[in-house]
T-cell receptor, first 113, second 113 residues
């Protein structure tokens, strides 16, 4: 089985632009979480979705939004990009909403110039 | 607030030595703890987990110890190999009803041949 897949792997944007990142969970996993990892730090929780509904949100501004589709894939959108949004964005999937280990994808590296 | 921290940012060992990576956590409500390994340019990889009702769990070459009295977590790697070189993160999950992990800043393990 394929692991968690994310796209694009790398992208460069300029301040003020918008970006959409995509994630496909492991087959059979119904929950997806998004994390932001700034260089040199641990990942920080952004969102968790389960069965297309938001189950949790971290301390991020409203410029960050996400959604989950019927096939359990997910998109993370960031509007009005700032230089500080430059980071590795990680998607993780788990089988159920609140139990079990998280499996992470390789991430999408976003650079904002 | 919640925080997970590490005592040593970098740990250098010789191949074949045993490695111990330490972590302190602050949220006594956390019910689940995980160690992740992250190699350069990759997403975090699950190593081992432990629930708050346990104090020790062993895997293949790895052991996690949990001391809830002093809110301390450690990862022991036996017979460390060059392939173990990576950044190691501990993470905790508070019993919030959804899967939010709080990560520390990480410890870099350098294994010399």
């Amino acid at each position: 089985d394929a692991g968690v897949t994310q796209s694009p792997t790398h992208l460069i944007k300029t301040r003020g632009q918008q970006v959409t990142l995509r994630c496909s969970p492991i087959s059979g996993h119904k929950s997806v979480s998004w994390y932001q990892q700034v260089l040199g730090q641990g990942p920080q929780f952004i969102f968790q979705y389960y069965e297309k509904e938001e189950r949790g949100r971290g301390n991020f501004p409203d410029r960050f939004s996400a959604r989950q589709f019927p096939n359990y894939s997910s998109e993370l959108n960031v509007n009005a990009l700032l230089l500080g949004d430059s980071a590795l964005y990680l998607c993780a999937s788990i089988y159920s909403s609140n139990t079990g280990e998280l499996f992470f994808g390789e991430g999408s590296r976003l650079t904002v110039l | 607030g919640e925080s997970v921290g590490l005592h040593l940012p970098t740990l250098s060992v010789q191949e074949g030595d045993n490695s111990i990576i330490n972590c302190a956590y602050s949220n006594s409500a956390s019910d689940y703890f995980i160690w992740y390994k992250q190699e350069s340019g990759k997403g975090p990889q699950f190593i081992i987990d432990i629930r708050s009702n346990m104090d020790k769990r062993q895997g293949q070459r790895v052991t996690v110890l949990l001391n809830k009295t002093v809110k301390h977590l450690s990862l022991q790697i036996a017979a460390t190999q060059p392939g173990d070189s990576a950044v190691y993160f501990c993470a905790e999950r508070a019993n919030t009803g959804f899967q939010k992990l709080v990560f520390g800043t990480g410890t870099r393990l350098l294994v010399s041949p």
